[in-house]
């Protein structure tokens, strides 16, 4: 089996749309309407790759990778707008996002996104615990 992805998204539709995708590419995915139950669940394990929307309420895709990178977590992710706001791809790379997928993108797109953050952070085998 293929390892888990995370989709965080606050669109109900948008979430189902994605995990579909990716259970039919055989990922095992993980759903979180808000980037902070997603951040609560890491407490237990990390997924493979995360697949994070830039404008959700409260807690931002922004402020999810921020999080991230400020709990020393190595999560690939992958961001997702339906922005064409340009801006928006500079502020990603500033916190070591390296890919941006704009609404709306293919099913091909996404799983080429996903399966190139796995390759390029050696992680085509599966999630892993979180270390103690």
């Known amino acids: 089996m293929k390892p888990t992805i995370a989709v965080v998204d606050d669109e109900w539709s948008v979430r189902t749309m994605l995990g579909r995708v990716l259970r039919v590419a055989g990922y095992r995915v993980s759903a979180f309407s808000r980037g902070e ?6 407490e237990t394990r990390l997924p493979a790759c995360a697949i994070v929307d830039i404008h959700m309420p409260q807690m931002n895709g922004f402020e999810v990778q ?9 999560v690939p992710t992958i961001l997702i707008t339906a922005s064409d706001d340009s801006s928006l791809d500079e502020a ?3 916190l070591k996002v390296t890919r941006v997928l704009r609404k709306p993108f293919s ?9 190139a ?4 952070h050696g992680l085509g085998a599966g999630g892993w615990p979180k270390p103690t």
């Open 37 to 42: 139950d997603f951040m609560v669940s890491l």
């Open 66 to 74: 921020s999080s991230l990178l400020e709990a020393n977590l190595r």
């Open 92 to 94: 990603a790379r500033r």
């Open 117 to 120: 953050e796995l390759v390029a």
């Open 107 to 115: 099913a091909e797109q996404l799983l080429d996104a996903v399966k």
